[in-house]
């Protein structure tokens, strides 16, 4: 029994409102004739650029994940930051159109509602609205809303909203509305890497410090918090926070205390491997650790072999795998309780 809480997905709800569109993201034909996804990014061609529901039960079958948290693929992204007039209609076409996924799958599938970011009161009434949705489990956040106190501070409707319904907000790599992005240079070397993995861990690591070392949660004890990629790179850098705590600040409490502790900050092991897992659970402990794979079947290959190759205790693993995960959706949607591999 395992539950995916990092499991992207890419809107086919949204296909027609895409066609309609005049200006970046949407779907056109080509000068081959050929209907395509098109951001400003570039194209992928229409039929591999959804996704299919029974092709992705399969897959999940295949690796033993008994439900998956579904979330907006980042390619799609670029709905959110549209002015709000835009985005709040096709964030609601995909909010609607995954909470029926979920209502037809139930116990396979959970999600996390797509936002307007444009307008952080919009975006929280429609929070609100989506909470009521089958499934919906809270949101998907861009990790530049928590770069620092000052930027989270920005995004308290959203929290009191997530606090309210005891709901999970799932911050995500990415930008804000406005924000110059992506912030590695479009011709640099090796963009992938210095984008996908050293600014992106960076980052993840910068929303920890603001979670964890600041106030920002204090208003809303019962929202819950996920950050992808083991919060960034704070199991090897835990130890110098905490030098330079003891040299710089030695009547504070360590940085390394403030993690373990931090209230309802959890934290998914997508991407990483064995040897990351295990400092992943020395610096927050199998408690705070979720199971994620990005949705994809080489994503669930390599998480799952990555936990199980882990030298942490068999108690551990269950906790990455599904016990942590089934404690902080119980009370928001149903989980299943057997794949149907096993039966």
């Known amino acids: 029994m395992t539950i995916d809480m990092h499991a992207h997905w890419k809107p086919a709800a949204l296909i027609d409102a895409l066609r309609q569109r005049d200006t970046e993201p949407r779907v056109v034909t080509n000068a081959d004739g ?16 959804f996704n299919n529901v029974e092709e992705r039960l399969a897959e999940m079958d295949r690796f033993g994940i008994t439900t998956g948290v579904l979330s907006l693929l980042g390619a799609f992204g670029w709905i ?34 797509s936002l307007p970011e444009a307008d952080i009161a919009v975006a929280a009434k429609e929070l609100d609205r989506a909470m009521g949705l089958s499934g919906i489990i809270g949101a998907q956040v861009p990790g530049n809303a928590f770069l620092t106190y000052k930027d989270a501070e920005a995004m308290r409707p959203i929290l009191e909203v997530a ?4 709901a999970v907000l799932f911050i995500h790599f990415g930008p804000r509305p406005g924000d110059d ?43 819950m918090i996920q950050v992808h990629n083991l919060g960034g790179n704070i199991p090897y850098e835990i130890e110098r926070m905490d030098h330079r705590s003891l040299l ?30 295990e400092s992943g659970v020395r610096a927050y402990g199998a408690e705070r650790i979720v199971f994620g794979t990005d949705g994809t079947a080489f994503g669930s290959d390599w998480s799952v072999k990555a936990v199980n190759e882990a030298e942490i205790s068999n108690e551990a693993k269950q906790q990455i795998l599904h016990g942590n995960a089934a404690r902080m959706l119980s009370h928001l949607a149903p989980v299943a309780q057997f794949s149907q591999a096993a039966e």
């Open 34 to 49: 050929v209907e395509v996804y098109k951001t400003r990014r570039g194209e992928e061609p229409l039929a591999t650029a």
């Open 181 to 223: 992005w992506p912030r590695v240079a479009a011709d640099a070397d090796n963009i992938r890497r210095r984008m996908g993995t050293l600014d992106m861990q960076a980052s993840l690591s910068s929303n920890m410090v603001t979670l964890c070392m600041t106030d920002i949660l204090e208003s809303y004890p019962d929202a």
């Open 163 to 166: 606090n309210k319904h005891k």
């Open 80 to 113: 959110e930051r549209l002015p709000v007039e835009e985005s709040l209609e096709l964030s609601r076409l995909y909010n609607d159109g995954v909470a029926e996924i979920c209502r037809t799958h139930e116990g396979r599938f959970a999600a996390f509602a």
């Open 248 to 277: 710089d600040t030695p009547d504070e409490e360590l940085p390394s205390v403030r993690f373990r502790n931090a209230p309802n900050v959890y934290v998914d092991c997508n991407s990483f491997g064995a040897r990351a897992i």
